[in-house]
């Protein structure tokens, strides 16, 4: 198998639930969303933003004040409280997962290089608890830039 190639699904079941995963929208994002709609701010979905030679489509972006809001599953980004290394097709699952979470750290560096905040949240955090620090961090941002 090469580098990249997809495994042979070896369960119909888990070959469905992986199909349905969704690159947005996904509760947590939409929980996290709604708090800081209904604390006032107003925001950006999924849009595209270039820091130098990456792009990419953050969460939620507030454009003004240059911070970069990511939603990142437990699975997908390797939490190391909740991240599992799948059982099956580890040749696959173990690299991919690697190349996400430096995927991750380039995102990052590009962008807090070019400028911008970037915020990373687990997708098992109580958004009740992220919501007041973004909000202070937008605010403070926006005011500091007018």
Not at 50 to 58: F, I, K, L
Not at 96 to 111: M, W
Request: hydrophobic share 35%.
């Amino acid at each position: 198998m090469r580098e990249h190639d997809y495994p042979s699904p070896l369960d119909a079941e888990v070959s469905r639930r992986m199909r349905a995963n969704r690159r947005r929208d996904t509760r947590p994002e939409r929980q996290l969303r709604s708090l800081l709609h209904a604390a006032g701010l107003r925001f950006r979905v999924d849009q595209r933003v270039v820091a130098g030679r990456v792009t990419v489509r953050p969460d939620v972006v507030f454009t003004r004040a240059r911070v970069a809001l990511f939603v990142d599953g437990c699975f997908w980004h390797a939490c190391p409280a909740h991240g599992t290394q799948p059982e099956r097709n580890t040749a696959y699952w173990a690299p991919k997962l690697a190349r996400n979470v430096e995927r991750d750290q380039r995102v990052t560096e590009a962008l807090e290089n070019d400028g911008w905040v970037v915020v990373r949240v687990w997708e098992h955090e109580d958004p009740r608890t992220v919501v007041p620090q973004v909000c202070r961090l937008v605010r403070d941002r926006r005011a500091a830039h007018p």
